[in-house]
């Protein structure tokens, strides 16, 4: 992919700036860069939440020359690249094979309309919002932020909410913690991936998330709310199609843009 491309798919991310990043721990922006100087091919990107061995792959095969990873596969410095480690195995075979790799990870998440404004949109609809603010506000845009509390024009049932989130993101089951599965929700605490450090002090009455911890669960349930999990990863893939329809169009009409179809939660319910 030559660097002319990667620089066309990187301003096509301006829906999500890097600005908007968590920068205090989050490594947002191209990870490796294996551009070289080609301008004649089309752009081809693999969209995906996870780079693991099998994505990596993946992108081999299919002839892929930029890998959009949702989450950031490098977090630390590296003292080291070797084999013994399943991550930097993928690292070797991706620079061997002239795949760059761009992680947008938090800037998704504070970003108006971003995932956390899709996870709104698809557990209660437009319709049945009277306010949606980000929970951590970013401090250049008000608009943008980390988790969303919503509150609602008049209350849902939980049972409705958790069938709502089911749909939305295509899955069969889900984690409930509550103590009325049959209660009124009027507020929505709701966080994409993790959201148990932007949930600290939020006051609601159901926290939608990925994960939480046990305990946090536990005090949100003994506090009077309910909670809705739906592992970690689950709560940001379904939010893919919309990056591809978004890059597709930012795009030329040779380039293609694909959603990875080996990338999954890494837990499965039996």
Not at 53 to 63: H, L, T, Y
Not at 84 to 107: C, E, F, G, W
Not at 183 to 207: E, H, M, N, P
Not at 210 to 236: D, I, P, Q
Request: charged share 20%; with cysteine; proline share 3%.
């Amino acid at each position: 992919m030559s660097k002319n491309s990667i620089k066309r798919v990187v301003n096509a991310q301006k829906f999500y700036p890097v600005h908007l990043a968590d920068k205090t721990w989050d490594n947002t922006g191209l990870l490796v860069d294996s551009s070289y100087d080609d301008h004649s091919a089309p752009i081809k990107v693999l969209l995906t939440i996870d780079l693991t061995q099998s994505v990596a792959d993946e992108a081999v095969s299919n002839g892929v020359g930029l890998i959009m990873a949702y989450h950031p596969f490098i977090f630390r410095g590296l003292k080291s690249i070797t084999q013994n480690d399943p991550q930097q195995r993928s690292l070797l075979k991706l620079i061997k094979n002239n795949i760059s790799v761009y992680s947008p990870h938090t800037a998704v998440d504070s970003a108006k309309g971003g995932v956390n404004d899709f996870l709104v949109q698809g557990i209660v609809g437009t319709n049945e919002i009277t306010s949606s603010v980000p929970i951590e506000q970013d401090s250049s845009d008000a608009d943008c932020g980390m988790g969303r509390l919503v509150t609602l024009s008049q209350p849902l049932k939980l049972t409705k909410l958790i069938s709502n989130a089911k749909s939305h993101l295509g899955l069969k089951h889900v984690q409930v913690a509550t103590s009325d599965i049959n209660r009124d929700v009027s507020t929505i605490a709701v966080c994409a991936g993790s959201g148990g450090g932007v949930f600290k002090g939020v006051q609601a009455d159901l926290y939608f998330t990925g994960e939480l911890s046990h305990h946090e669960a536990l005090f949100f349930k003994e506090s009077g709310s309910s909670v809705l999990c739906c592992n970690h990863s689950n709560t940001e893939r379904a939010f893919l199609k919309t990056i591809q329809a978004q890059l597709q169009n930012e795009l030329e009409a040779d380039d293609v843009v694909i959603i990875s179809q080996v990338d999954k939660d890494p837990f499965e319910v039996y």
